[in-house]
């Protein structure tokens, strides 16, 4: 039976676990090590972390923490955060990621993802779209955690992304970023229409039935998720949680 990847996508700032609404109002939910931990134990397909601070300070994602998943994770993980240069690639992967996350180079610079898939192999880059509606523009990408607006439509850069050589993309809706209201179908089937390379979707999730329809309406490859893996309810408490394999749902 085939079932999408389903994917937590986890926030780092500082050495802590954090839960965003919007991008903004971040909330600590816990040590990161321990949450890898409990996804080892309910068998989560993979992994991804994303260091929101590490762009706007000018730094890497931290190598030693890196480092600290690869030692205990049982599953493949990516990470992202201030990835600007082949050699932040280079030093992420050898510190034990499987792939990187490139957000805000590559809307500054479309042709370092063509660089990094030339160098690292297709497989290992993941380009993250962060999407956010305008009034005047429609939706639009923007960069460096949400606050700086590119310009770029979201299947147009997207498109481009694809040509260039990433081997995935993200795509997130900024507007639904921990609502748990769901996800935004238009702008996944907009952008999954447009590509040849998996999409995930991500940003919005609250309950079963919008993975669900990411993957049967949407034509995500990857389901995404935060709020939905780190709360117990839309009250936020919080318990970290993963559905169970074999679900009919996706057949």
């Known amino acids: 039976m085939f079932?999408?990847?389903?994917?937590?996508?986890?926030?780092l700032k500082g050495r802590g676990l954090v839960k965003s609404v919007r991008f903004k109002d971040h909330s600590y939910v816990g040590d990161p090590i321990n949450a890898v931990r409990i996804f080892n134990e309910l068998?989560?397909?993979?992994?991804?972390?994303l260091d929101i601070d590490a762009t706007r300070e000018n730094r890497l994602v931290s190598l030693d923490f890196v480092r600290d998943v690869g030692e205990e994770a049982s599953m493949p993980f990516s990470v992202g955060g201030g990835i600007r240069t082949l050699a932040d690639i280079k030093a992420v992967i050898s510190a034990g990621a499987e792939k990187v996350v490139i957000g805000s180079q590559a809307a500054r610079d479309q042709d370092f993802v063509r660089q990094a898939s030339d160098a690292f192999g297709a497989s290992a880059i993941?380009?993250?779209?962060?999407v956010k509606r305008s009034y005047f523009k429609g939706l639009r990408v923007w960069?460096?955690?949400?606050?700086?607006p590119t310009g770029h439509?979201?299947?147009?850069?997207?498109?481009v992304m694809a040509e260039n050589g990433a081997g995935e993309l993200i795509v997130q809706s900024i507007d639904r970023d921990g609502t748990m209201s769901g996800y935004d179908i238009d702008l996944i089937r907009a952008v999954s229409e447009v590509v040849d390379v998996p999409v995930i979707a991500l940003g919005g999730v609250g309950k079963k039935a919008d993975l669900v329809a990411a993957y049967r309406e949407g034509?995500?490859?990857?389901?995404?998720?935060?709020?939905?893996?780190?709360y117990k309810d839309k009250k936020?408490?919080?318990?970290?949680?993963?559905?169970?394999?074999?679900?009919?749902?996706?057949d």
């Open 3 to 11: 079932r999408p990847r389903i994917i937590p996508v986890l926030l």
């Open 43 to 49: 068998a989560a397909d993979e992994l991804v972390f």
């Open 126 to 130: 993941v380009v993250c779209v962060d």
């Open 143 to 148: 960069c460096v955690n949400g606050t700086r």
């Open 153 to 159: 439509s979201p299947t147009g850069f997207a498109r």
């Open 219 to 230: 034509g995500a490859n990857g389901l995404g998720a935060g709020s939905l893996f780190v």
């Open 236 to 250: 936020r408490g919080v318990l970290i949680n993963y559905p169970e394999k074999g679900d009919p749902a996706f």
